[in-house]
């Protein structure tokens, strides 16, 4: 940067102790041109001179801010109301020393356009002085001099502004336009408005009264994705900021810790002490939490300085602590039926700008105004069918899918101009090509380590005890789509074959392990036939749970032994070495080849003679 005053190029970051010192250098050279003037003046004739060595007043600056200048006549009056018979200094006019005042605030100021405010009051006053010098009075006759105009300021330095920020783009932003999901957007505020989940939240239900009564209990949300367990958690927060009567804090397990729980429970209690107002915690993803992180709601759910509200997908009996549990109550939330789907699809369309088509009509250019886009009525129907009961999967599917038919600036005239002539809807319809095409594929809830992983292998299991073939099959395919390991279904076919089918058909572990061994040798897809093929043939075959009923017994005989387990007989030990033989081991033996028929000899310690697991 250029300094003002000398005309060198310094860096930015000294150009303001360079500036500082330029003007004390000039401040310096005004008093001593000014002393040489007075002195020349008073040996002259000694006549009446005017100081312009301005005095400093403690807490005030050297400098004036910008003076407006006297006119002629003003500077005529001035001299000659001085008298004529002893010199006298000038004194200082109170504007001079109010510039002088406002100088002060000027020269804190450390910012660049203070400098230049403050380059521009120095040349001002130095030439205001120097002129006032001339000014003086002779025995006899009055010499009158009018005073020039100075250079205006903008002529010797312009205070400059910080210069504003511009825009990025050019484009202005709306205000109006959202970035959030569409499932953020449209999730309902109260309960009217909330679709589905009669059973648990329906009018007829002891929460939905619970909450109209504004008595909150601390409960956990168990469902599966997309049911609506954070949407009842915002519309209970609505309802505590709509009354005032409670605070509502909202963390999540799976970006929180420890220390932000501790946090909230403090101000918790601050808030319970001093405002008597009770806080409900939303804490999503409960089970993200240990069983030891957990622990820290016990005390405070108990005593009620919070209100819990836990949110999972995963089974509560195995994710949350069962102390926790006993202090809620869980609400299961179901996967949201087709119709419930249904309508929040459609109550979703005027966010984003489309509208329903029925599969028969076809838009005229009047509606293609009105909306964009719109949806045949078909699609919805598919859409809701194949999201397996997650409204989030289905709004978003539905958005991605108008979003792709919204025509641009370069096809949108196509289109308008194919619906003037005649030529159908063009290319602003979403169909169900397009559902299928966003999709894939049906949106198959199943998670490989939750509780529809036990859940579906629970029912695959039964359905082949209980010989149905048809079911069998479907299980097997949920699971296979969803993205189960082959091989795990192979071992639990396995299984199957000993504990159901056993010795009605020993034929059928042949067939499952093989099954499993041409699994492990082919792998997916091609596999899921020889799986297929395994679970029908032990659906079909005769059943038989004697080994397996018989071995149940076994154990739990040895499981509920009183006292030390018996010892082996010394008949049935192997005498392998000749201290064994002396010590009597294999004594009395029966060797069963030596004799034609049964031979009468107990296998069972004395304790447990006459024993039968299978009667």
């Not at 002195?39 to 400093?56: F, I, L, Q, W, Y």
């Not at 509920?560 to 010590?583: E, F, I, W, Y």
């Amino acid at each position: 940067m250029e300094c003002p005053i000398c005309g060198q190029t310094f860096p930015q970051a000294t150009i303001n102790s360079h500036v500082n010192e330029c003007l004390n250098s000039s401040d310096d050279n005004d008093r001593s041109s000014a002393r040489q003037s007075a002195e020349a003046d008073d040996e002259s004739g000694g006549h009446t001179r005017v100081s312009n060595a301005p005095t400093k007043r403690k807490g005030s600056s050297n400098w004036g801010s910008l003076q407006p200048m006297k006119s002629s006549t003003q500077a005529d009056s001035s001299v000659s109301s001085a008298p004529s018979s002893a010199p006298k200094r000038a004194r200082k006019t109170p504007a001079a020393k109010d510039a002088r005042r406002d100088a002060s605030t000027v020269s804190d100021n450390k910012t660049e356009t203070a400098d230049h405010v403050k380059v521009t009051s120095v040349r001002e006053q130095s030439a205001a002085d120097q002129e006032g010098s001339k000014h003086f009075h002779t025995p006899g006759s009055l010499r009158k001099h009018t005073v020039p105009s100075l250079p205006s300021t903008k002529s010797i330095i312009t205070p400059t502004s910080q210069p504003q920020s511009q825009p990025l783009s050019s484009k202005p932003s709306s205000s109006k336009e959202s970035f959030a999901p569409l499932a953020e957007r449209v999730r309902p505020k109260d309960l009217e408005d909330y679709v589905g989940q009669d059973k648990a939240v329906g009018k007829e239900s002891m929460l939905y009264s619970l909450l109209s009564s504004d008595h909150i209990p601390s409960v956990i949300l168990w469902g599966p994705p997309g049911c609506g367990k954070t949407t009842l958690a915002r519309i209970i927060a609505n309802n505590c900021r709509s009354r005032g009567n409670a605070k509502f804090v909202s963390l999540s397990a799976a970006v929180c810790g420890v220390n932000e729980v501790k946090d909230t429970i403090k101000i918790a209690r601050n808030d319970q002490k001093m405002f008597r107002k009770k806080t409900v915690v939303f804490l999503d993803e409960i089970h993200r939490f240990n069983k030891a992180q957990q622990d820290i709601l016990l005390p405070h759910v108990e005593d009620g300085t919070i209100t819990l509200i836990g949110a999972t997908t995963e089974n509560p009996s195995f994710q949350v602590n069962s102390a926790l549990l006993s202090r809620c109550r869980v609400i299961v939330l179901d996967k949201l039926a087709a119709e419930s789907i249904l309508s929040i699809l459609q109550r979703a369309l005027p966010y984003i700008g489309a509208a329903v088509m029925e599969s028969e009509s076809i838009p005229t250019a009047a509606s293609a105004n009105e909306s964009e886009v719109h949806v045949d009525s078909k699609a919805l129907e598919m859409l809701s069918n194949l999201v397996d009961g997650d409204a989030r999967a289905a709004l978003n599917g539905l958005q991605m899918a108008v979003e792709s038919k919204k025509p641009n600036a370069s096809k949108g005239s196509c289109c308008a101009e194919q619906l003037k002539t005649g030529g159908g809807p063009g290319g602003n319809v979403v169909t169900t090509e397009d559902i299928k095409e966003g999709l894939q594929r049906s949106h198959v809830l199943y998670d490989k380590t939750g509780e529809e992983h036990y859940n579906i292998i629970s029912a695959l299991h039964k359905s082949m005890r209980g010989s149905d073939p048809s079911a069998s099959l479907y299980w097997l395919a949920r699971m296979l789509e969803g993205g189960e390991n082959p091989l795990y279904i192979a071992r639990r076919l396995i299984r199957f074959a000993s504990e159901d089918v056993g010795l009605a058909d020993p034929q059928a572990l042949t067939q499952a392990v093989a099954a499993y061994q041409g699994c492990h040798l082919i792998g997916m897809p091609e596999c899921e036939v020889l799986l297929a093929q395994c679970a029908v043939y032990l659906t079909r075959a005769p059943k038989s749970v004697e080994i397996y009923q018989a071995y149940q017994k076994a154990k739990t005989c040895v499981r509920q032994q009183q006292g030390p387990l018996p010892s082996v007989p010394l008949h049935l030990r192997n005498a392998s070495t000749r201290l064994m033989k002396s010590l009597g081991y294999a004594k009395g033996y029966k060797y069963n080849p030596n004799y034609d028929g049964p031979v009468d000899q107990d296998y069972f310690p004395e304790e447990l003679v006459g024993t039968d697991f299978f009667s």
